[in-house]
């Protein structure tokens, strides 16, 4: 006999630790018993379209048939066999094809588990880099405020200081050096004061950095901020003038999400390290990339420790490679591109009467990322109820409402979620 509903949900409560929640949790989570398309079907019978792609990763919805039949078709060969010593054509195809879409001069791919996993290894990279280099001193990473890499302990200490809790991380954390946030305003000229400040913070502490770390042009979970991408030129320059690695996180604006394949496109800038996960399997399993150049790569191999110390049981697993080679399959014959200026479209009209409404502190659109940003602190289980009731599916965080929904979502669809946000801005 199947569980029931209401008896699953008190198992999930008994047992079940839910990301960033207490244990027990507070708010009861909403029963999700199938998706397809854009839409989440409930225990319950609600079907609810989603604004959030599963934190930013299912761009192409969910039961896709292509998808799902790279997956069945891998698991009738292999579903996984170690990445030492053997090798196979879904990783192999994953790499070329990602050296292949990624800003020319990155040439080698770690594939590893999770976001925050390849920010561990991208460090790792930087810190062996230096030291083949007798650079040991060159160890601490800077980067702006505002920022989210990932919730183990090496990202954690490039998190936003604040929104991270450093200080509740004191002598856990190693300490980085932090600038302030970049200027806000994809559209907005950069400000010479800004690229100054962060010339003199990196003259003042070249001797001890091994590389710069940040999100480019968006930055997402520390604050959905966008800047302006002639900061990220100036940290190309600057970060040579200075000796120091550059390492783009692109976990979260990879793969289409600001209108151009990677968000370093819009400087036309390419990092030492680029760091992929997130909608890499387009949402279906977890799996991540750093990526580095050559001169990385070959000072790494020249070094004391000739190799990068790193390798995850289930690194390159032929499965989760197969459904991104898949997913990759699909970005390929850029239809994508047309998808996402609709959606910026569609989510400039829709939250446009926000700004109009009281509580709302800013209204901002870039590729397929929707923000209000409120006054206040956003009420989760007011917001959800509201949003719910909507027929949408969004998480709001601190006193942001916000959407990434499905490169595929339809117009209908997009003012559903355009609808709950406004909604949402008004009542939570
Ligand atoms: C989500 C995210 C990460 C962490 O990825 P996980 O797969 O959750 O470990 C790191 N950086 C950015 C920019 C992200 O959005």
Not at 104 to 132: N, P, T
Not at 191 to 197: G, P
Not at 279 to 301: F, K, N, Q, R, S
């Amino acid at each position: 006999m199947e569980t029931s509903a209401a008896d699953l949900l008190a198992l999930d409560a008994a047992h079940v630790w839910h990301p960033y929640a207490p244990m027990p949790g507070r708010v009861a989570p909403l029963l999700v018993t199938e998706a397809s398309g854009v839409r989440l079907r409930l225990a319950d019978g609600r079907e609810l379209v989603d604004g959030m792609s599963s934190w930013w990763a299912a761009i192409h919805g969910y039961r896709h048939p292509v998808l799902d039949a790279a997956l069945t078709g891998q698991a009738g060969r292999m579903s996984h066999v170690m990445f030492g010593g053997l090798t196979h054509e879904p990783a192999i195809t994953l790499a070329k094809t990602l050296v292949d879409l990624t800003p020319e001069g990155l040439e080698h791919v770690f594939l590893c588990d999770s976001g925050s996993v390849s920010i561990e290894v991208a460090v790792k990279m930087c810190l062996q880099y230096q030291r083949s280099r007798g650079r040991t001193a060159k160890r601490r990473l800077l980067t702006w405020r505002g920022g989210y890499h990932g919730d183990t302990f090496t990202p954690m200490s490039v998190c936003d200081p604040d929104g991270g809790m450093h200080s509740l991380w004191r002598g856990v954390l190693p300490e980085q050096v932090f600038v302030p946030e970049p200027p806000a305003g994809f559209a907005t000229p950069p400000e010479q004061s800004y690229v100054d400040t962060l010339d003199a913070a990196l003259a003042e502490h070249a001797e001890e950095l091994a590389a710069v770390i940040v999100e480019p042009v968006v930055q997402g979970a520390g604050g959905m901020r966008f800047h302006h991408p002639g900061y990220l030129r100036a940290l190309r320059e600057l970060t040579r003038k200075h000796d120091v690695l550059l390492v783009f996180d692109e976990i979260a604006t990879g793969f289409g999400r600001t209108g151009r394949m990677f968000a370093a496109e819009h400087a036309g800038v390419t990092p030492d390290v680029l760091c992929l996960g997130k909608a890499l399997t387009g949402g279906y399993l977890t799996m991540a990339a750093a990526l580095c150049t050559p001169e990385v790569a070959e000072a790494i191999t020249r070094g004391e420790l000739p190799v990068l110390a790193h390798g995850p049981t289930f690194m390159g697993n032929p499965l989760v490679s197969a459904v991104a080679n898949a997913s990759l399959g699909l970005l390929a014959d850029g239809a994508w591109e047309a998808d996402v200026a609709r959606i910026e479209a569609g989510l400039r009209r829709g939250l446009a009467p926000a700004r109009d409404l009281p509580g709302v502190r800013d209204v901002r659109v870039l590729g397929a990322i929707g923000v209000l940003q409120l006054d206040h602190e956003v009420d989760l289980g007011v917001a959800t109820e509201v949003v719910t009731a909507k027929g949408a599916w969004l998480r709001p965080f601190r006193d942001l409402v916000y959407a990434m929904p499905p490169y595929v979502t339809g117009d209908d669809d997009l003012a559903v979620i355009t609808g709950a946000m406004l909604a949402a801005a008004e009542k939570a």
